[in-house]
């Protein structure tokens, strides 16, 4: 492939374009390219001296790249708007996944402890793998992902703003969050509900858990930017 093209998906990518659309456009320019190779070829010129003169043909990078950018309804969503993909969408996402992970602890609690007060409490066996697959969720859920926004913002070539913004977003939330199980009296009704650290209590816990978080999302994604950009996959 001529090195040009590389320079027209970054192009194209940074100017907020959709890698599948992307993808295809090369795709398409690749095979009209190796045409208009082939027609050099047969006239008499070399590989190189070829594939130089079909290149020109197919026009200039700022022409190629103008054709695309020109038209919005290639732009990502996330180009389009970067507040629901970067702010909303992570917010919800996490929501969903501590709600999934407190109908297990509540369902858990009634199967594996139903004479217990708490959840809260020692366990063995398969109360073990159980209980530990919503713990896992809890936790996990803030990193997995802030990971997934560091993917997108990679793929697309995103400025640091906004991926950072997330990121700080998923680590406060994390941070600051804490789950409440409550049984008013023995027998009674079982709560499951997600509250929020008091500021005078465990603000300790709270800063740690927030960098644990903070570094384990933004840290991935600073360190691929400082790495020279990859093809995309077909």
């Known amino acids: ?5 590389d320079e027209l998906r970054e192009r194209l990518l940074r ?12 795709a398409e320019l690749t095979d009209h390219w190796a045409d208009l190779t082939a ?9 190189a001296e070829a594939e130089s003169a079909a290149f020109a043909r197919l026009g200039e990078v700022d022409h190629l790249a103008k054709a695309m950018i020109d038209q919005r309804q290639f732009q990502s969503i996330s180009a389009r708007a970067p507040w629901l993909i970067f702010g909303v969408a992570p917010i919800c996402l996490l929501a969903s996944a501590y709600f999934a992970a407190c109908a297990i602890l509540w369902s858990g609690w009634k199967i594996f402890l139903p004479g217990a007060d708490t959840p809260f409490v020692r366990i063995d066996g398969l109360a073990i793998l159980y209980f530990g697959a919503g713990r896992w969720l809890y936790y996990g859920a803030p990193v997995l992902i ?9 793929r697309q070539r995103f400025t640091a703003v ?6 700080f977003l998923l680590a406060l939330i994390g941070g600051i969050t804490q ?16 509250g929020f650290i008091p500021p005078l209590q465990g603000v300790s816990y709270a800063l740690f858990h927030d960098l644990i ?3 384990l999302t933004a840290l991935p994604y600073l360190i ?10 077909a």
Request: hydrophobic share 45%; proline share 7%; glycine share 8%.
């Open 1 to 5: 492939m001529h090195r040009s093209f």
């Open 15 to 26: 100017a907020g374009i959709a890698p599948r659309h992307v993808r295809r456009y090369l």
């Open 39 to 47: 027609d050099e070829q047969r006239a008499g010129r070399d590989r």
């Open 146 to 154: 802030g990971w997934a926004i560091a993917l997108i913002a990679t």
């Open 162 to 167: 906004w991926p950072l913004v997330c990121f």
């Open 179 to 194: 789950v409440h199980a409550t049984r008013a009296i023995p027998g009674g009704v079982r709560q499951i509900s997600l």
């Open 213 to 215: 978080i903070l570094a």
């Open 224 to 233: 691929s930017r400082f790495q020279k950009p990859r093809r995309l996959p």
